[in-house]
């Protein structure tokens, strides 16, 4: 005879709880109410003394219904998260996850700061060099700009995260060693950030947490520009001190655009040189912008009094009446949940102007 498997115990106790129910079920003799029972001191009736016998089996049961569920929800992700899920990042390829990834490689500095707050960062055993925050992600010599195969393999990753893959070739190559590739690129607008921290939240295992974050940050954002006073105000929004910067057709363009303000790059056409042109130093003079925004802060030590500096500047009505607002490089430069102090500044300075 073939060797019968023993049952799980849980699985045993199901049994013996369904052979109580069972016998509870079966027609018994109709017996005097208990009260009358108990009146005339009789004994109970048996269909009575079965269910006392049953009681400890049902509360074990239940015990054990509560650890299995404690059991299943004591992963890293959301209760009821489930897996296999797809996601379909704009502008990228979809990708079909069939298990909660476990050894995250983030070679985006915005999507790293984005899994630490969905409450991915256990996953994460290795960031890239430019991922700067939070202070406990594992910073290695990982190049997000130029990935190597091999480098991010050593990690032994289930899940890669890059901005980028031409004709998905790192996706090919780790394809090999059972790693996912999940190709997240800068979004255009405010609504595809927002649709990112969800998208991430659901790769990860933490749906819940990535649906709040994003409803969280939009609800704040969208509050913080209609709590802003209505003002006629221009800007320039410095990326370095060879002044490349930003027009009205960028991510961060839209931020600005949130309080009403007008861009001096946008000129005659806001989506020259892809968003990101670079002016003269004469031309920025001239257009006069009430706000200078520096986000050369951190790599190239720009400031209030280096700005006075330059040639013809200290007659620019943003100089000249105070109105040069230092940024944080990183946090003005990525489209991560810190966005929302990047927007605190432009209100705060649209509120003093």
């Not at 706000?291 to 050369?296: G, I, Q």
Request: aromatic content about 6%; overall charge negative; glycine content about 6%.
């Amino acid at each position: 005879m073939a060797h019968q498997p023993t049952p799980h115990p849980r699985t045993r106790l199901r049994r013996s709880v369904a052979r109580h129910v069972a016998a509870l079920r079966t027609p018994a003799p109709r017996a005097p109410a208990l009260h009358t029972q108990a009146r005339h001191g009789t004994r109970p009736p048996r269909r009575f003394v079965r269910l006392l016998a049953l009681l400890p089996l049902l509360g074990a049961l239940a015990l054990a219904g509560c650890a299995q569920r404690a059991d299943e929800d004591n992963g890293d992700g959301d209760a009821g998260t489930a897996f296999p899920v797809t996601v379909e990042p704009a502008g990228a390829p979809a990708v079909t996850l069939d298990a909660q990834p476990q050894r995250i490689v983030s070679l985006v500095p915005s999507v790293t700061e984005t899994l630490y707050e969905v409450g991915a960062g256990d996953q994460v055993v290795a960031v890239d060099e430019m991922s700067t925050h939070p202070a406990e992600a594992p910073r290695t010599e990982l190049s997000g700009i130029d990935p190597d195969p091999q480098q991010i393999a050593s990690h032994d990753p289930d899940l890669v995260v890059v901005g980028s893959d031409a004709e998905d070739k790192l996706a090919g190559a780790l394809s090999k060693t059972g790693a996912a590739t999940l190709v997240l690129p800068a979004p255009e607008t405010l609504r595809d950030a927002y649709a990112q921290f969800t998208l991430v939240g659901k790769a990860t295992g933490h749906a819940d947490a990535g649906r709040t974050l994003a409803d969280e940050t939009e609800q704040t954002i969208t509050e913080l520009a209609e709590s802003a006073p209505d003002k006629d105000l221009s800007y320039y929004h410095e990326v370095d001190p060879t002044y490349y910067t930003i027009t009205s057709a960028t991510f961060l363009g839209e931020v600005y655009d949130l309080f009403g303000l007008r861009n001096v790059a946008d000129q005659d056409d806001p989506n020259a040189m892809g968003g990101y042109p670079q002016l003269s130093a004469e031309k920025i003079v001239e257009a006069d912008p009430d706000l200078v925004f520096l986000a050369d802060t951190k790599c190239c030590g720009q400031n209030a009094d280096t700005v006075a500096e330059r040639p013809g500047w200290d007659t620019m009505t943003a100089v000249e009446q105070d109105r040069v607002f230092a940024l944080d490089d990183d946090i003005a430069s990525r489209w991560s949940p810190r966005l929302v102090e990047f927007v605190r500044v432009v209100a705060d300075a649209v509120a003093e102007a």
